[in-house]
């Protein structure tokens, strides 16, 4: 199974929604840089995330949360907030990776 990553916000890019569009049931998505506005309870993109994580494991990096200036109260519920050994470890997890730009 597949880690896909997005590192781009997706108010500027298409990167999460192509990812959301192509990705399969079982995989992981791995928010990360500007990629974790994505996971923030509120926005636009929301609903996405939530019905992603019906059949998919969202992770949200959170030293790159934090270095945003949110905490991980602000994070939608089902996110699996990670830190950099957490990163590491899903990497090894999954078979393969996909980066999404």
């Known amino acids: 199974m597949l880690l896909h990553t997005v590192n781009k916000s ?3 890019r298409v990167a999460l929604q192509t990812c959301l ?3 399969q049931a079982g995989c992981g998505i791995l928010l990360l840089e ?3 506005y994505a996971a923030l309870q509120g926005t636009q993109t929301e609903a996405q995330i939530k019905d992603a994580l019906n059949d998919k494991k969202v992770y949200a990096l959170l030293p790159d949360l934090q270095a945003r200036g949110f905490t991980a109260d602000k994070v939608i519920a ?3 907030l990670i830190d950099y050994n957490g990163f590491v470890d899903l990497v090894i997890e999954y078979q393969a990776t996909q ?3």
């Open 34 to 36: 500007d990629g974790v």
């Open 99 to 101: 980066a999404w730009l």
């Open 10 to 12: 997706p108010f500027e």
């Open 21 to 23: 569009r192509l990705s």
């Open 78 to 80: 089902g996110v699996q």
